[in-house]
């Protein structure tokens, strides 16, 4: 089973910058996508930055400019950085791992970290 611990998460002022990570452990492999999300209470969770093994980004409209997801294959981490932080990115953000594998997929989730910008 993949572990995924993240950290980071805080409580920060508008304008101001936090690091996520997500650390990696267990059997890494056919690993597709990397990802982090963020969900706030009666909400789904939404995709707000992506990474594929391929090293191609993706990222929501709403922190384009603003979030830059990266990844140290050395060390099983996956980072973002977020950058003028602003109230309505207040949520618990969480990392996916998805591994395809044959035709299986698998989605692997961390327990989350609790992110607030306060105004």
């Known amino acids: 089973q993949v572990q995924l611990v993240e950290s980071g998460g805080g409580l920060v002022q508008a304008g101001g910058s936090l690091r996520l990570s997500c650390a990696a452990s267990?059997?890494?492999?056919?690993?597709?996508?990397m990802g982090w999300y963020r969900q706030t209470p009666g909400k789904q969770r939404e995709l707000v930055a992506g990474?594929?093994?391929?090293?191609?980004?993706d990222y929501a409209d709403s922190v384009k400019g603003r979030f830059t997801i990266s990844r140290d294959n050395a060390r099983n981490t996956l980072y973002l950085q977020m950058n003028s932080l602003k109230p309505e990115d207040t949520a618990v953000y969480y990392c996916?791992?998805?591994?395809?594998?044959?035709?299986?997929?698998?989605?692997?989730w961390g327990q989350g970290t609790q992110v607030t910008v306060s105004s």
């Open positions: 996916n791992f998805r591994r395809l594998w044959g035709a299986q997929t698998n989605d692997y």
């Open positions: 267990g059997p890494i492999f056919g690993i597709v996508h």
């Open positions: 990474i594929t093994s391929g090293g191609m980004t």
